[in-house]
């Protein structure tokens, strides 16, 4: 009689190995039939669309289920060459953006010196944003500097984020350099 010396690693190894082995050959598990009948799991009469992850620059595929204008379910396209199905956490959460009861609808506006946030409407925010950027832009732009034309302003600065997808992000970076803007930084990792 052999004496087998195993320690609990071995022995979980080696009974998962064992019940495996008899799944596939004494009950007849077929792993292709599993997966296929996995589809049956999803959102029955969804649509799904094809989108690409909007937290940074790599580009991960993401099919976006929605049932009735609503985002029921997503998932990572196993489809796309570059993330072959697989998301980070990020992009798992993905859906969170558009169903979350934290999601902010309306514009709010906290006063100089204030502690509390009020709402206010789009007209009047967009209005006093671009009313504030004018003004500030005006009281700072250096057209030239030691005789060489700069056109710049060192007064207004710009923190893109992971939020931002691609298209938001080259049009801030248009919008920041056309005013002058020389502090200008896009951090895809935050």
């Known amino acids: 009689m ?55 620059g790599v580009g991960c595929g993401i099919l976006v289920h929605t049932k009735d204008n609503t985002v029921v379910y997503t998932e990572g396209d196993p489809d796309n060459p570059i993330n072959e199905g697989k998301l980070c956490s990020k992009g798992t959460t993905l859906r969170q953006l558009y169903t979350s009861e934290k999601r902010l609808t309306k514009p709010l506006y906290r006063a100089p010196g204030s502690n509390k946030w009020e709402e206010k409407d789009w007209e009047w925010m967009l209005d006093t944003i671009a009313k504030r950027t004018k003004e500030t832009r005006d009281k700072s732009f250096v057209e030239v500097e030691n005789g060489i034309t700069v056109n710049k302003t060192e007064r207004i600065a710009s923190l893109g984020g992971a939020a931002l997808d691609n298209e938001e992000t080259y049009l801030l970076a248009k919008l920041m350099r056309g005013l002058g803007v020389t502090y200008l930084e896009h951090q895809a990792r935050i």
């Open 2 to 56: 052999v004496e087998m010396n195993l320690n609990r690693r071995q022995f979980l190894k080696l009974s998962g190995a064992t019940a495996a082995t008899l799944a596939v050959v004494e009950l007849g598990f077929n792993e292709k039939k599993a997966y296929a009948k996995t589809k049956e799991f999803k959102i029955a009469k969804a649509t799904v669309t094809p989108t690409i992850c909007c937290y940074c």
